[in-house]
């Protein structure tokens, strides 16, 4: 008993470890660097570049995937429309597989905007194949355009988004370049717990891990929305594929694997919505970690072949796995107690030190976060911190779950995202149907309320063993878990 629990534990920690190396070497450049990877990711704007040198703007199309999306449809349809280019070298296309009435507001609002002179169409297909990456690549086929900007119905960008990222920052001034993501921005304000929470576990991506890896080389990887491609890079990676269900992720590597780069422009933001509730975030990383897995199964071993193309295999065979740490903290908790009970302790103690790494490895991240994004920490940012990574571990059981499911199974239904959104589309009462979007309890529920009543039994054991001081952690993961578990409880309407 005492061997297996000690093999089992060593390995669970070793792992667990092993990613928190990964992520303290990033942070160490990000510190060491931070002013050079600033202006890694910021392009500055040049009077000489404020119109096309020659004159002729490149042709883009706008692609906007829908998907019963009624309280932003419309939103997003004048935003994208409203672009400050030449209207005879840009078009939207709205891609709309939607079955509710957000299909009469896109062709309201479809209709509208082509009265005002812009080339805009509302593309449905017969049925949902492929999900997201089906209808961009439906629109593909009946676009000639050289590059294609992809938003998502949450998404708002600015009327100079196109001006900005082709023409004035020269986003693609390199020819290797196969496409330009921005930062993702927040709608004002950010109020609460959970909005704050939220905001930070995103904002640590694009503020401190997206531009130190660009520094460094990694794979820049396409997050889905505000960005633009150029769309032969696209082809030649073999197009949008619905084998995963995060399709960024998978495009952005099989375009590295054949030479091609992404560029990450941290100065350009545009604005986005976070999750609407608790229910509606886990929908969203339950769907971003089965995606994760599955592009870890089907691209690792291309990944770590690629000996003369890519500068540092084993950190991207990481970040493909980096959902993993979830069943990795998961399977810590459930072996922990029999750990303190049963392994050696001094062997145990090694063990300690070790998790010591994952222990810190969030908290710095975030507050490096916080540093960079609002210049400085205040009591009420320390605050963000803890409760981002009390959110962060208590995701543990969802994100397994999507682990799992991602490395048993391919592709899968793309679930949306309810979002909190401000703006709304003008509906009569006979038609809104405000519980329609609402997330129901994902059945991860009810074994995140089992593993906090196994961590509640353990602490009472351990403490009646002698072993109150470890079983403190086991208190804290049952904290971490059941600020999610109450989180769940109050949806917000959609």
């Known amino acids: 008993m005492s061997s297996l629990i000690t093999v089992l534990y060593g390995v669970a920690a070793l792992t667990g470890a092993a990613f928190a190396a990964i992520e303290f070497r990033m942070l160490w450049r990000f510190v060491r660097n931070r002013q050079t990877i600033r202006d890694t990711v910021t392009s500055r704007p040049r009077a000489r570049r404020a119109e096309a040198e020659d004159g002729v703007f490149p042709l883009v199309?706008?692609?906007?995937?829908?998907?019963?999306?009624?309280?932003?449809?419309?939103?997003?349809?004048?935003?994208?429309?409203?672009?400050?280019?030449?209207?005879?070298?840009?078009?939207?296309?709205?891609?709309?597989?939607?079955?509710?009435?957000?299909?009469?507001?896109?062709?309201?609002?479809?209709?509208?905007?082509?009265?005002?002179?812009?080339?805009?169409?509302?593309?449905?297909?017969?049925?949902?194949?492929?999900?997201?990456?089906?209808?961009?690549?439906?629109?593909?086929?009946?676009?000639?355009?050289?590059?294609?900007?992809?938003?998502?119905?949450?998404?708002?960008?600015?009327?100079?988004?196109?001006?900005t990222t082709l023409i004035e920052r020269d986003g693609f001034e390199d020819p290797d370049v196969a496409f330009v993501q921005t930062r993702w921005a927040w709608s004002e304000p950010i109020r609460g717990f959970l909005a704050f929470s939220l905001a930070l576990l995103l904002d640590r991506h694009f503020f401190v891990q997206k531009?130190?890896?660009?520094?460094?080389g990694n794979v820049a990887t396409f997050n889905g929305s505000g960005g633009i491609w150029r769309r032969r890079a696209i082809d030649e990676a073999g197009g949008w594929s619905a084998e995963t269900l995060t399709e960024d992720l998978d495009l952005s590597y099989r375009c590295a694997l054949r030479g091609w780069r992404g560029r990450y422009l941290r100065d350009i933001p545009v604005v986005s919505e976070l999750p609407a509730d608790m229910r509606a975030f886990k929908q969203q990383q339950h769907r971003w970690s089965k995606g994760n897995a599955q592009c870890f199964r089907l691209l690792t071993s291309r990944v770590m072949s690629a000996r003369e193309i890519l500068n540092d295999r084993?950190?991207?065979?990481?970040?493909?796995?980096?959902?993993?740490?979830?069943?990795?903290?998961?399977?810590?908790?459930?072996?922990?107690?029999?750990?303190?009970?049963?392994?050696?302790?001094?062997?145990?103690?090694?063990?300690?030190?070790?998790m010591a790494l994952i222990i810190f490895v969030a908290p710095v991240s975030f507050g490096l976060t916080v540093i960079e994004r609002d210049e400085g920490l205040t009591v009420r940012s320390v605050a963000q911190i803890?409760?981002?990574?009390?959110?962060?571990?208590?995701?543990?059981?969802?994100?397994?779950?999507?682990?799992?499911?991602?490395?048993?199974?391919?592709?899968?239904?793309?679930?949306?995202?309810?979002?909190?959104?401000?703006?709304?589309?003008?509906?009569?009462?006979?038609?809104?149907?405000?519980?329609?979007?609402?997330?129901?309890?994902?059945?991860s529920f009810f074994i995140e309320l089992l593993v906090i009543a196994y961590c509640l039994v353990s602490t009472i054991v351990l403490m009646n063993a002698g072993e109150a001081l470890w079983a403190v952690p086991l208190a804290f993961w049952a904290i971490c878990l059941g600020i999610v578990v109450q989180q769940q409880l109050t949806p917000a309407a959609a």
């Open 61 to 163: 199309t706008i692609q906007l995937p829908l998907y019963n999306e009624r309280r932003a449809a419309e939103q997003i349809i004048r935003a994208a429309s409203a672009q400050d280019y030449p209207k005879d070298r840009f078009d939207v296309q709205v891609l709309d597989d939607s079955n509710d009435e957000t299909l009469e507001i896109a062709a309201r609002t479809v209709a509208d905007v082509k009265a005002q002179g812009v080339r805009i169409e509302h593309i449905r297909r017969a049925d949902r194949v492929g999900y997201k990456a089906g209808a961009l690549s439906e629109g593909l086929t009946q676009s000639s355009a050289e590059f294609v900007a992809v938003f998502d119905a949450d998404f708002a960008p600015d009327p100079s988004f196109l001006r």
């Open 211 to 216: 531009p130190t890896r660009a520094f460094i």
């Open 314 to 354: 084993l950190d991207e065979a990481f970040l493909l796995a980096g959902y993993a740490i979830h069943p990795i903290l998961l399977t810590n908790l459930l072996l922990w107690p029999w750990a303190v009970l049963y392994m050696d302790r001094t062997v145990f103690w090694i063990m300690q030190a070790i």
């Open 386 to 443: 803890v409760s981002s990574v009390c959110v962060g571990i208590g995701l543990m059981v969802n994100n397994t779950v999507g682990q799992i499911q991602g490395f048993l199974s391919t592709g899968g239904e793309f679930v949306r995202t309810p979002k909190a959104h401000h703006v709304q589309s003008e509906i009569t009462p006979e038609h809104a149907a405000p519980d329609v979007y609402r997330v129901p309890l994902h059945w």
